[in-house]
């Protein structure tokens, strides 16, 4: 199915690895010029030419900044003044005990997962504007309408995303520009993948298996009692920017295998 994306130019943020290179990866087999980013410049361009190779009609580019520092950002932006889709999909997460965290983490994680969204959105949403035209795209978690408490600092940070987005997309009122939030489950990314295997590290089974056995044991509620591939937010985020999702605005969209027992 066209997706009619052909030649737009998408920025990905965190698309080296994960999530983030599985849509990045997914918007380039739609067409998509897409701006690769991560804050190793040589990492950002082993995905840029392994894009230009599978994809080769389209022209990825190394965009490669912190996001966080303000002065990374504007010089991003020098490089890369208009896009027609952001997709902001940075962030960090670590199990944490509530006590154990500090004004200094709280702010960190504050500072990379929020502000860094904001200060790319607060950019590029009036020339989308402008332009009558554009997705901005935020990737949150179902850790941010059901928190488990093991990871308080992240929550928080993803709670504020639906509530930054919705804000966000109050400001497209009349306009065909969109601003939504996806919310992934339990993903299976190189660090999952390798959570899995070091707890497993001594059992003779298959990585299948040991995948069901850590659902069974400690995400009983999941439905589908496997991680979600990021190729499958990948494909689901490509959707979202493709103009078959125009009617969506200001969404929350769960992808969450299930995970959120709740009806909203």
Known sequence: MDMGLNNKTAL?????????????MELANEGVNVLINGRNYEEVERIVN??????????P?????????????EALFKKYPT???????????????????????????????VLAANGLSKFYLPKMLKNNDGRIIFIASEEAIMPSGQMPQYCMTKTMLL????SLSKLTIGT???????MPGPTLSENVHQIIEGIYSNADMTFSKKEKEFMTTNLPQSEI????KPIEIGRLTTFVCSPYASAFKGSSIRMDGGMVPTIF
């Open 163 to 166: 509530s930054l987005s919705k």
């Open 12 to 24: 990905v943020t965190g698309s080296t690895k994960g999530i983030g290179k599985a849509i990045a």
């Open 225 to 228: 009692q496997r991680f979600i």
């Open 61 to 73: 580019q190394n965009a490669a900044a912190d996001i966080v520092d303000v002065l990374q950002r």
């Open 83 to 113: 896009i027609d889709i952001l997709v902001n999909n940075i962030g960090i997460y670590e199990m944490m005990q509530y006590e154990d965290i500090d004004d200094e983490v709280w702010e960190k994680y504050f500072r990379t997962n």
């Open 176 to 182: 065909e520009v969109t601003v939504n939030t996806i």
């Open 50 to 59: 392994e894009i230009k190779s599978g994809f080769p009609a389209t022209s």
